[in-house]
């Protein structure tokens, strides 16, 4: 049992290249994120999906797309990246209640950097 | 949306010492409110979380406090030890299912021995 795994782990990008952070979870939870962790800004969310199929926006959508073709895995692009896209990026998965808000399990994050 | 914001953002303590931090929130719908702990260089990790119809929760050396008339909650540490050295995050959420958290901006707390 793996919980959730991110890769790649490290990333060096140009400006304008485009890539792909893969997200993939063997809980068989619901619902999947994708956060942004920035030194002072605490972890601010990206996109978010509640099953297979179906995505959302979150506070910080703009320059990324998402895509849950599969339960367990959860993609993230970056079709241009910007240097304001240096972040490190932390995908999360969570168990579906309809009573209370379920816990949050982070992968081990993402750390990319845009020249 | 939810804005939570969040202090001291950093602490230091001695060893045994108790550590507060102390968190709030803007939007009153808001009925669910965690507390993550993040070790350097590893993910976050849920340590305790407490909703809106309760106003205090203890597990062990960790408490969370909840006052929703002042749309405010705290997380209270005693007897603090080096391997509480971490960076916490607080987090808010109106929403049941799923959990669009919103984090304050954390506090990193030392523990000098």
């Known amino acids: 049992n793996a919980g959730v795994t991110q890769t790649p782990k490290f990333r060096v990008l140009k400006t304008g290249q485009s890539m792909t952070l893969l997200c993939a979870q063997d809980m068989n939870h619901e619902y999947m994120y ?9 972890l601010r969310l990206i996109h978010y999906s509640v099953g297979e199929g179906t995505t959302a926006k979150g506070e910080v959508p703009d320059g990324y797309n998402v895509s849950r073709l599969k339960k367990q895995n959860f993609l993230l692009g970056l079709e241009s990246a910007a240097p304001s896209q240096t972040s490190v990026y932390f995908c999360a998965s969570s168990y579906y209640t309809q009573r209370h808000t379920g816990e949050l399990f982070f992968g081990e994050g993402s750390r990319l950097t845009v020249l | 949306g939810e804005n939570v914001e969040q202090h001291p953002s950093t602490l230091s303590v001695q060893e045994g010492d108790s550590a507060v931090i102390k968190c709030t929130y803007s939007d009153s719908a808001s009925n669910y409110f965690p507390w993550y702990k993040q070790e350097l260089g590893k993910r976050p990790q849920l340590i305790i979380d407490i909703r809106s119809n309760v106003g205090e929760k203890k597990d062990q050396r960790i408490a969370v406090t909840l006052n929703k008339t002042a749309k405010h909650f705290s997380l209270h540490i005693t007897e603090t030890q080096p391997e509480d050295s971490a960076v916490y995050f607080c987090a808010a959420s109106m929403r049941t299912g ?3 958290l919103f984090f304050g901006t954390g506090t990193r707390l030392t523990v000098i021995p």
């Open chain 2, 98 to 100: 799923a959990n669009n």
């Open chain 1, 34 to 42: 994708w956060y942004r962790q920035d030194p002072g800004m605490g």
